[in-house]
């Protein structure tokens, strides 16, 4: 590819890792109720499904859509539910008695691999990233698109997504006794639990 077309590529990944969505919102949320590294290990988890998911398309762009035109459908209604399922989550948290000190809070091992788990499952099914990749690969795949191309587009898509959600968690993380000072975690599950049905109904709305 001509140095024009990585540039454009490395734009592309740069505004939509930083663009809002239940992607920002779970990093955010992760950091500030289970610690920094929390965060960081779901911003590390977002970045593995991006590269993964990256790489699928890339290889399997033009016959997969021609085959099977319906797998755009089937990932957008999967991506809905995972917003349900995380709204009902954390609505279920946020109405809970017991609030958690989040100052106090002590970041368990399980916790940590769940917060990865969360970031990895929501770049997979996250419908908007498939109508991203797919609008911004088109005019990048032909026929003789090599191996080591894809390769390289992958892990610059992987350094870019993973390393500004890493960011995110970094400086919320650094400065989480400052903020928590101000908000419970009730606050924050109340908040987490509209925007995930907030943003469920409007992937409903553009494809019904």
């Known amino acids: 590819m001509s140095n024009e077309s990585w540039i454009a590529i490395t734009v592309a990944f740069v505004l939509g890792a930083m663009s809002p969505g239940p992607s920002l919102s ?4 992760n950091t500030l109720v289970n610690g920094k590294t929390n965060g960081l290990l779901t911003g590390l988890g977002h970045g593995f499904g991006f ?5 699928i398309v890339l290889i399997s762009f033009s016959t997969l859509l021609n085959y099977f035109p319906k797998t755009e459908i089937f990932l957008k209604y999967a991506g809905v ?5 995380l709204f009902i989550i954390f609505a279920k948290k946020a109405f809970e008695k017991k609030e ?5 809070e002590i970041t368990s091992y399980d916790s940590n691999r769940i ?3 969360q970031g990895f499952f929501v770049a997979i099914l996250n419908p908007k990233i498939l109508a991203w990749m797919i609008a911004i690969y088109t005019p990048f795949i032909k026929n003789d698109l090599d191996l080591f191309t894809v390769i390289l587009i992958v892990i610059l898509g992987f350094i870019i997504d993973a390393g500004w959600y890493i960011s995110v968690a970094t400086v919320v ?3 989480v006794e400052k903020i928590t000072k101000r908000i419970s975690t009730r606050s924050i599950d109340i908040v987490m639990s509209l925007l995930m049905l907030l943003f469920a109904l409007i992937l409903l709305t553009d494809f019904l």
């Open 26 to 29: 779970i990093v955010l949320r």
């Open 51 to 55: 590269g993964l998911f990256s790489l």
């Open 81 to 85: 539910l995972l917003l349900f399922y």
């Open 100 to 104: 958690i000190n989040l100052s106090n």
């Open 115 to 117: 917060g990865f788990i």
């Open 173 to 175: 993380g650094n400065n």
